[in-house]
């Protein structure tokens, strides 16, 4: 539609303002589109005085005795249509444009709607306190709003703040404005956020638990649990909540890429690959979609990963699983200076155990001893009873031969804290490795056995009894390892390395220690505080 007849158009319909919400566009063209009705609306009027005389008049009456928020309805059409430019600026992640028009509309001509929008807007741009303020406000008016409960736990507010916002009078006619008949539920929701948002990851679960009894199969409280598994290292729990979150609702696409690298662990690449052409088929332009893409090609083709999560990233610039695949990649091509980069992204974000990981890892691998405990010491601030943060101290002290002692002791104190933590059983095994002891490794993780079925956990013991000249045991545990897994890289090689020891020819050497004992001396505080 051209200008000639759209001005015609418009001047038809004359005070018929609300026509122009029917194009709906969310481009630059609905932008100008947009911009082009408000300029019409103030010529308009102007050209057509004398037909609209009487009918403001006629209005004036009603007009007395109404609401404030309805003296103006061409005021109101007008803050409705700054609203759809917004909307417009926001899918085009112009985020600066988009609050410009929003901080345009009066704070009292707001509906709940515009204030989401300004939330949103808010926390984007990084305003903090002003964000806190609007999600505060949607609540006011409606406490069902989850989204807004989430970011306000992210932010730091504190769940009785939370919950004060809820609305406590009852309306003229009784009834009450929430449904209190089970309010208990909703603090339990608002602590179990908190939880999380404060990395309280036990606290979380518990709580989401007792909520998942009393609403069975509940598809948002499955994901809010199967996200936090997979975020502690619960991998096969998560799984299997995933699992049933798609069973209920197959076309859900939130987290469904934490779901894509949680199957990519297991080596999973029949569900993988059916789990990535249902999300194309559903919705391509979600940027989980392009995240879980990029689990899938990370064996294949690491830089058209690399070039998925960059678009998964362009879609939406707040998405840490997109940060955490990325910096995931540039690991594995041995970019860690990238990594930390993406790393830290996501922990701006929403700092958790996985950033925390990453960024350790990172700092290992371009051999910055210093910069990995700190970020491991930093990791126990928020975490001080998590076995996971201290089994990250531990493994900053065994990258060097000086530090073993110590980081024994991290291993050991994250096994009291949990007992069935495989992750620090199979540290501490190595250590043992490293120091002679194979009769503590083997026993050590055997008494895993009976719990796990674990391809790692196979691989480290047939490690131990080949070191021990235990070849018939280390076969067997090694193949134990390939049912599991068949791409495990780590029973592969172990197996090559086997079949030299069998038939009497010297395997490999193995690799020297880096020399850190330097760098640890000058980071080697006293850590009896986090033990």
């Known amino acids: 539609m051209n200008l000639i007849r759209f001005s015609c158009f418009c001047s038809n319909v004359s005070l018929n303002f609300h026509v122009v919400f029917h194009f709906l566009c969310f481009s630059y063209l609905g932008q100008q589109i947009y911009k082009q009705a408000l300029q019409y609306h103030k010529i308009i009027p102007k050209r057509n005085a004398a037909a609209s ?69 808010y926390r984007n741009s990084r305003h903090t306190r002003a964000a806190i303020g609007c999600f505060k406000e949607c609540l006011r008016n ?44 909703w603090l339990l929701y608002v602590e179990a956020q908190c939880c999380v948002a404060s990395n309280d990851y036990k606290g979380g679960l518990e709580l989401f638990s007792e909520l998942l009894q009393r609403f069975p199969n509940n598809i948002h409280i499955l994901l809010e649990m199967a996200k936090v598994k997979a975020v502690i290292g619960k991998n ?35 569900k993988l690959n059916k789990l990535v052409h249902d999300l194309l088929n559903i919705d ?56 930390v980069v993406a790393y830290r992204g996501a922990q701006e974000l929403r700092p958790d155990l996985r950033s925390y990981q990453g960024l350790v890892r990172s700092y290992l691998a371009l051999s910055k001893i210093k910069e990995a405990l700190f970020v491991a010491r930093e990791a126990m601030k928020p975490m001080p009873q998590s076995a996971k943060a201290l089994k990250l101290v531990g493994d900053v002290h065994a990258s060097s031969s000086s530090g073993r002692e110590k980081a024994k002791k991290f291993y050991e104190s994250a096994l009291r804290l949990e007992p069935g933590f495989l992750g620090a059983a199979l540290a501490l095994a190595e250590l043992h490795v490293q120091e002679g002891r194979n009769g503590d490794a083997a026993s050590l993780l055997q008494g895993f056995l009976k719990d796990w079925a674990d391809d790692s956990l196979h691989a480290k013991l047939a490690q131990v009894f080949a070191a021990t000249s235990m070849l018939q045991e280390a076969l067997s545990h090694y193949q134990a390892a390939l049912r599991i897994n068949p791409l495990s890289d780590d029973a592969r090689k172990g197996l090559e390395r086997l079949e030299k020891q069998r038939k009497g020819v010297d395997p490999d050497a193995p690799e020297e220690d880096k020399d850190n004992e330097a760098d640890d001396a000058e980071v080697d505080p006293d850590d009896a505080d986090l033990l």
């Open 284 to 339: 391509p332009k979600r940027p989980e979609v392009f995240v879980a893409l990029s689990v899938l090609w990370e064996k294949k083709d690491e830089r058209g990963a690399l070039s998925y999560v960059e678009k998964s990233l362009r879609i939406d610039e707040r998405h840490v699983a997109g940060y955490i695949m990325k910096g995931n990649l540039f690991l594995s091509i041995n970019r860690p200076e990238a990594a």
């Open 142 to 185: 409606c406490p069902y709003i989850l989204d807004a409960i989430i970011v306000l736990a992210e932010l730091g507010v504190s769940a009785k703040d939370i919950i004060s916002l809820f609305p406590q009078a009852p309306k003229r006619s009784g009834r009450p404005p929430f449904d209190y008949s089970d309010s208990s539920r």
């Open 236 to 270: 096969d729990e998560a799984i299997l909540d995933f699992e049933k979150v798609r069973s209920v609702d197959p076309h859900l696409v939130t987290y469904m890429d934490e779901y894509a690298m949680l199957l990519k662990l297991k080596s999973d690449n029949f």
């Open 53 to 121: 005389l009487t009918i403001r008049s006629s209005l004036s009456a009603a007009n007395r005795s109404s609401s404030p928020g309805s003296l103006n309805p061409s005021a109101l059409n007008e803050n409705e249509v700054k609203f759809k430019i917004a909307t417009c600026h926001n899918s085009l992640n112009e985020n600066k444009a988009a609050l410009a028009e929003m901080e345009g509309i009066p704070s009292k001509s707001r509906n709940l709607e515009m204030n989401l929008m300004m939330a949103k807007l």
